[in-house]
């Protein structure tokens, strides 16, 4: 398979007066590239880059990023930190709540918090992914590469 689409819903609950921020992502299906149904989501094995942000919180945000690599270490899923983000893998259900843990903590201590997140998603292995993919350019470049 080439790639998937997903077809959802992202939604996002602003509660002003509490200064609560939530949101949901429901996906309703996975498509081909082709356009044909897959299946639904909820097990797919996939890994993730995030990166959480506080927007406003000074220049060194090491202190920030620590709390949210707690929330990520506490998952249980593995991760691997890196200089722009982390990246996490697990099943589809459990990256994303792991999402929404990872923002709602940084919400915590911050007023406004920018969360970036790529996504792939693969149903043709079953190996870890987070450290094949080093692997196969590792195997196609004819040697090992910084890391």
């Known amino acids: 398979m080439k790639g998937v689409v997903y077809q959802g819903i992202f939604n996002i609950n602003t509660d002003k007066v509490k200064n609560q921020y939530s949101y949901e992502i429901s996906f309703l299906s996975i498509r081909t ?73 940084m919400l915590e201590t911050s007023q406004r918090v920018y969360t970036t997140i790529k996504i792939d998603e693969r149903r043709d292995t079953t190996g870890k992914m987070l450290d094949h993919k080093v692997q196969a350019v590792e195997q196609a470049a004819g040697r090992s590469l910084k890391k």
């Open 33 to 105: 590239m082709s356009n044909e149904i897959v299946g639904k989501t909820g097990g797919e094995k996939m890994i993730a880059e995030i990166s959480v942000i506080p927007i406003g919180a000074g220049i060194d945000l090491a202190k920030h990023v620590a709390k949210v690599l707690k929330v990520i270490d506490e998952s249980g899923l593995d991760y691997k930190l890196n200089a722009m983000g982390t990246v996490v893998e697990g099943d589809s259900d459990s990256v994303f709540d792991l999402v929404k843990k990872c923002h709602n903590a």
